[in-house]
């Protein structure tokens, strides 16, 4: 069982700021993320044009579809995800699914 790590791109909806992308973000961080103990990290960064990756590791593959089940019944993923527009956004093809080889931490 090795690690993956997902890298979910995230594009604001309109009327939306980076504040509420990060008051949202914590909001999920807090009312789930911290409740799933297969998710052994997560990272929110900008990115140069922009946009914005959240960065997560789950323990497996299994973990991380388990998760995501998850998410589509709570309230503070929903939070998180009306920030963003999601108009265009396939799953299938932009969410970059990576085998962790290692992680280090400073």
């Known amino acids: 069982m090795s690690p993956v790590t997902i890298l979910a791109p995230i594009k604001l909806a309109k009327g939306k700021s980076e504040a509420d992308l990060r008051a949202a973000s914590e909001i999920f961080q807090r009312d ?9 990290r997560r990272e929110l960064v900008r990115k140069p044009d922009g946009t914005y ?9 299994e973990d991380y579809l388990d998760v ?3 998410e ?6 929903a939070a998180f ?26």
């Open 53 to 61: 990756l959240d960065i997560v590791q789950f323990r497996s593959h």
């Open 68 to 70: 995501t089940k998850r």
């Open 72 to 77: 589509m019944e709570s309230p503070a993923c």
């Open 32 to 40: 789930f993320v911290c409740h799933e103990a297969s998710i052994l």
């Open 81 to 106: 995800f009306s920030v963003m527009d999601l108009s265009d956004f396939d799953p299938d093809t932009e969410m970059d699914v990576h085998v962790t080889l290692e992680t280090h931490l400073a």
